[in-house]
């Protein structure tokens, strides 16, 4: 017995000889960077799809009105050709041949007859007419479902996505991440509002002028303000402020105007970074742009040096 007590004692890993190795702090402080990679990311995949969202309602509301149309005109249809088949029936029920015998006046007997052709003919007409119209209405009843059910799938992806990102705003934000990236020593520094010159009197310098008073703003995904922002939403908000409409994207900032060369920019233009433009900021000048860099953290003046540049955009002069 003894024997085989001490063979179990031999073959079972003790304590914590056998664990994992915890995390350093750099490793956690990495697993945080990538996930408000991940945050960034998603949130502009987010307010692209949200931006979608509009243009397929509008196309859905647009397709039931044509539907309402269509059904309307259909039954309009519909009442003259019943009209018409009881006026036939009516006056066309007697044998033609009997009447124009008996008839003591074979004139009048004759243009009602020939009435009657033109009415057999416009009835056929109308019929085509309402077959047309029946066509027609079936097409946009199509439509107006295909339009709802992309509005559908729209929303059902955003309703992922804002999981999804919720998720790891929590996990980003947790005492563990916090506290390892504290002891870490995150990069940057504490944010500080600062006044800085901007040149111009255009509308992109009036922007980038209204984007510095947003300084100390929180971030958050998905906002466009007053009080909170994401990057796309800052952009949106300082350009909407001088009268000039940007969707709440950086993919559809990114096409919103001129491509410029890095030596060519100037205060106001937009700036992106990363391979697939998820984060926007607004130049400047002298290397530094205004944005909402993240989840905890607030808009603030950074260098351009400090991301993977991706381009520029020329918005307005």
């Known amino acids: 017995m003894s024997f085989t007590v001490a063979a179990l004692l031999i073959a079972i890993p003790v304590g914590s000889a056998s664990a994992d190795p915890q995390p350093s702090l750099q490793d956690l402080a990495k697993q945080v960077e990538k996930m408000h990679t991940e945050i960034e990311t998603l949130t502009e995949e987010y307010n692209g799809q949200r931006e979608k969202l509009k243009t397929a309602k509008k196309a859905a509301d647009a397709a039931q009105r044509t539907l309402a149309t269509s059904e309307a005109d259909l039954e309009a249809k519909r009442a003259e050709v019943a009209l018409l088949a009881e006026n036939a029936y009516i006056t066309g029920g007697l044998n033609r ?13 004759l243009d009602r007859a020939a009435t009657m052709d033109v009415l057999e003919q416009q009835q056929g007409a109308e019929v085509t007419q309402v077959t047309q119209a029946r066509e027609a209405a079936e097409r946009a009843r199509s439509g107006a479902q295909a339009r709802i059910e992309e509005v559908q799938e729209i929303v059902s992806d955003l309703d992922t996505k804002r999981d999804k990102i919720t998720k790891l705003v929590t996990k980003v934000e947790s005492n563990l991440f916090r506290r390892a990236l504290g002891e870490a020593g995150r990069p940057g520094t504490r944010a500080q509002r600062v006044n800085l010159p901007i040149v111009g009197s255009g509308k992109a310098a009036q922007a980038a002028r209204w984007a510095l008073t947003q300084q100390l703003k929180p971030y958050v995904w998905g906002a466009e303000g007053p009080g909170s922002y994401d990057c796309s939403g800052l952009v949106m908000a300082a350009y909407q402020k001088v009268g000039i409409s940007l969707p709440h994207y950086t993919g559809s900032q990114w096409t919103a105007g001129r491509h410029i ?26 290397g ?17 040096a400090n991301r993977p540049f991706a381009g520029a955009v020329r918005i307005a002069d």
């Open 97 to 109: 041949m009997l009447a124009f015998a008996t008839s003591g006046d074979p004139d009048s007997f």
């Open 288 to 304: 530094m742009m205004v944005h909402a860099p993240r989840t905890g953290d607030v808009v603030r003046i950074a260098s351009i």
């Open 261 to 286: 060369s890095r030596e060519e920019m100037r205060p106001g233009d937009l700036v992106f970074f990363y391979s697939d433009l998820h984060h926007v900021g607004i130049y400047l000048g002298g």
